[in-house]
């Protein structure tokens, strides 16, 4: 079960870093404009706002990757990092979009129920 919580937060991070790119990068672009449905001059008024949040995704991919490197001294880390997902998620989602729901918290969810399973604590 640890391998696969492994592999859930692998994705998890890789899919934090994949915001990050769309957010400091391709904001104001094709992709960015059509992952979040903005125009052209909305996301020109919020590219900085977005660089910033990008950013926040990036710390959030690190600490995630850096539990994983840790491997089983990692547990702590790992846990910590996916409840900050887990509560970003589930405040966008409340907030922002439900769609966050599905994209950022039900993935940190998972991986905070396998990690906990593959360490017998549930």
Sequence with gaps: MSLIASIVIGLVALLHIYFLVLEMFLWDKPAGLKAFGNTPEKAALTKVLAANQGLYNGFLAAG????????PDGFGVKVFFLGCVLVAGLYGAATASRKILFVQALPAALGLVLLYLGRGAV
């Design 64 to 71: 995630l990757i850096w539990g994983l490197l840790l491997g």
